[in-house]
Nanobody
Framework: QVTLVESGGGLVQAGGSLRLSCLAS???????MGWFRQAPGKEREFVAA????????DYADFVKGRFTISRDNAKNTMSLQMNSLKPDDTAAYYC????????????WGQGTQVTVSS
């Protein structure tokens, strides 16, 4: 069992920034990890992913240039820095592992809500 807990969501105006964090615990391994999001009435979608050593990252086109994914394995944490936020970024954001080729793995966090006002 791997437990993932997100934090850092909140309410922000368009153009603002938020930093999301994910803390992993339990039977952790060398998993690639990432973020997904889901807005009401929409499918859950891939946002970003990062390899275990941080050497490789992948981003959805709609966040490229605005969001940055990172991780600190010594602290068992992963982060998503979100800049230039848009109202369309409003969604529940979920931490996930292992993320392979933009596809989600078996372990999910509980989600953290991001709301961007216009």
């Amino acid at each position: 069992q791997v437990t993932l807990v997100e934090s850092g969501g909140g309410l922000v105006q368009a153009g603002g920034s938020l930093r999301l964090s994910c803390l992993a615990s339990g039977r952790t391994g060398a998993y690639p990890m990432g973020w997904f999001r889901q807005a009401p009435g929409k499918e859950r979608e891939f946002v970003a992913a990062i390899s275990y050593n941080g050497a490789s990252t992948d981003y959805a086109d709609f966040v490229k240039g605005r969001f940055t994914i990172s991780r600190d394995n010594a602290k068992n944490t992963m982060s998503l820095q979100m800049n230039s936020l848009k109202p369309d970024d409003t969604a529940a954001y979920y931490c996930n592992a292992p993320v392979i080729a933009t596809l989600s793995g078996r372990y999910w966090g509980q989600g953290t809500q991001v709301t961007v006002s216009s």
